[in-house]
Each structure stands twice: as structure tokens, then as C-alpha cells.
């Protein structure tokens, strides 16, 4: 099993819906991200998840909150959204936090209205 | 501050042909490099990467070059297909300081039949 699942595909929500994404990996791998991905623009990364610890948050407005409940499931709370904060949120995981190949999941498509 | 160039936008080629796909980088402390291909709607799938250490890697039609004392890799693909036709990233990550990937703005490849 190589595959990273995120839930949902697509969401739509207002700017005071509190909303949750979700990633969930079965390959072992002890390493997990968010990105952010806008029209045209590469991956941003938001955050990095190793052994379950937050390891890295790119300085990302308090209003996502990321929570890794287990070393399988990583989730992005959403409260008080901007439209501008409408993206491809991008989900990945590595074996190991420290350089390796990361594979990513399909993705949700989320429009803040 | 963009520390990982692609500078073609676009590129197109015929079936059967070489694709070649061109990355610069401005971080001498970056280690480890990697491509990925990302179609509409999915996110980014791992192609193949290569560390410092090393020039080339080869994996079936896929070849990545480095050149470190230029900080320029590059991806070749031969024969290329119709299915090639997608938008690949090139990033990049210092091991020793985590698993931060740096993406490339993107090459659009177009595969003619």
C-alpha cells in the first residue's frame, strides 16, 4: 500500500465554518506534511509532523490548526477562514523525517466564501 | 527569494522523443534533489530524486543530472509519451535540517502524439 488518502475532495466553506481535513497513510512512515498549493504556484509547505510531534510550522496563521493523533492520521482543523485562503491542501508522508522521498495524496480543493 | 528555478514555463516535444527538463538552485547547502510529475486534480507523484553525492540517476525512461558546481539539475525523459504530458516539479531539501522540500515553479510538458 503506497497511498495517501485525504478526505474530503472537495469543501466549501464560510469564513466562520470550522471545518476539518483529513490525511491517513498506511505505509509505516513516520513523517507527515501539509502543503498548501495556489492556481499555478508549486507546493507551499504549512507543516511537519515527526513521530507524531509537530517538527515545523512555517509560520502559518493560527487559524489552521494541525493535529496528529496517531502515526497513521494527520488532520488540519479550519476555523475562521479567508477567501484567500481557498487552495489545494496537499497531505504528504516520508519514511523518515530527514530527506527522504515524500509522496502525497490527492489533495482537497477547499473555496472559502 | 526563489531558491529553486525552473525556467521554462512550458515545453513541448514529440512522442518518442527526449524531454528534457531544467532546474536551477541558489542554496550550496541543499543535498538532496527530486522531481515529481503532478496532473490536474491529483497531487504530485515521486519520479525520481538524486543525492549530492552523486551526478546521475537513472530509473527506466527517466534520467536526473546534477551539476553542482553550476547548481543545476536536470530531467530527462526518453522515449517520451502522450502520458508524460503533465506539469513536473523539481525540489529540493537539506537532509541534516529536515525533510523541507523547496519547489521549482513548475515545467508544463505537452507530449504530442
Known amino acids: 500500500d503506497t497511498e495517501v488518502t485525504q478526505t474530503p475532495k472537495h469543501l466549501v466553506m464560510g469564513m466562520t465554518n470550522k471545518k476539518s481535513l483529513k490525511c491517513e497513510q498506511h505505509m509505516g512512515h513516520r513523517a507527515m506534511y501539509w502543503y498548501k498549493q495556489k492556481a499555478k504556484k508549486p507546493p507551499e509547505l504549512m507543516f511537519v509532523?515527526?513521530?507524531?510531534?509537530?517538527?515545523i510550522n512555517e509560520s502559518v496563521p493560527s487559524r489552521f490548526s494541525p493535529e496528529c493523533p496517531n502515526s497513521s492520521l494527520l488532520n488540519l482543523h479550519l476555523h475562521a477562514l479567508q477567501p484567500e485562503d481557498s487552495a489545494l491542501y496537499l497531505c504528504a508522508s516520508s519514511q523518515v523525517p530527514r530527506g527522504d522521498e515524500q509522496y502525497f495524496g490527492p489533495g482537497t480543493r477547499l473555496t472559502v466564501t | 527569494d526563489q531558491q529553486v528555478k525552473q525556467n521554462s514555463p512550458s515545453l513541448s516535444v514529440q512522442e518518442g522523443r527526449i524531454s528534457i527538463l531544467n532546474c536551477d538552485y541558489t542554496n550550496s547547502m541543499f543535498d538532496y534533489f527530486l522531481w515529481y510529475k503532478k496532473y490536474p486534480a491529483e497531487g504530485p507523484t515521486f519520479l525520481i530524486s538524486i543525492s549530492s553525492i552523486k551526478d546521475k540517476n537513472e530509473d527506466g525512461r527517466f534520467t536526473v543530472f546534477l551539476n553542482k558546481s553550476a547548481k543545476h539539475l536536470s530531467l530527462h525523459i526518453v522515449p517520451s509519451q502522450p502520458g508524460d504530458s503533465a506539469v513536473y516539479f523539481c525540489a529540493a531539501s537539506v537532509k541534516a535540517a529536515g525533510n523541507k522540500l523547496t519547489f521549482g515553479g513548475g515545467t508544463r510538458v505537452l507530449v504530442k502524439p
Open positions: 509532523y515527526s513521530y507524531e510531534k509537530l517538527s
